[in-house]
């Protein structure tokens, strides 16, 4: 599980860092296609993070509920 954990973190790390460049990359777009590209990172990023959470979650879910059972 520790393997996904970190898999999962590493995930969130990227999503973070494509966010910062999809910013970046509206605040300096000189045409549409630059500006498009930034939204299509942007958006990609964010779908990437949404899903990297609700991977931990479910893992922690798992997680709790081993605890419980024991």
Same mark, same amino acid.
């Given at each position: 599980?520790?393997h996904?954990?970190?898999?999962?973190?590493?995930v969130?790390?990227?999503?973070?860092?494509?966010?910062?460049?999809?910013?970046e990359?509206?605040?300096?777009?000189? #045409?549409?296609?630059? %500006? !498009?590209?930034?939204?299509? @990172? /942007? #958006?990609?990023?964010? %779908? !990437?993070?949404?899903?990297? @959470? /609700?991977?931990?979650?479910?893992?922690?879910?798992?997680?709790?509920?081993?605890?419980?059972?024991?």
């Amino acid at each position: 599980m520790e393997h996904n954990d970190q898999f999962i973190r590493q995930v969130l790390e990227l999503s973070r860092r494509m966010i910062i460049l999809a910013d970046e990359g509206q605040a300096e777009a000189h #045409d549409d296609g630059c %500006r !498009l590209l930034s939204g299509i @990172l /942007q #958006d990609c990023a964010y %779908r !990437l993070r949404l899903q990297a @959470l /609700q991977e931990r979650q479910s893992h922690d879910r798992a997680a709790a509920k081993e605890e419980v059972c024991g």
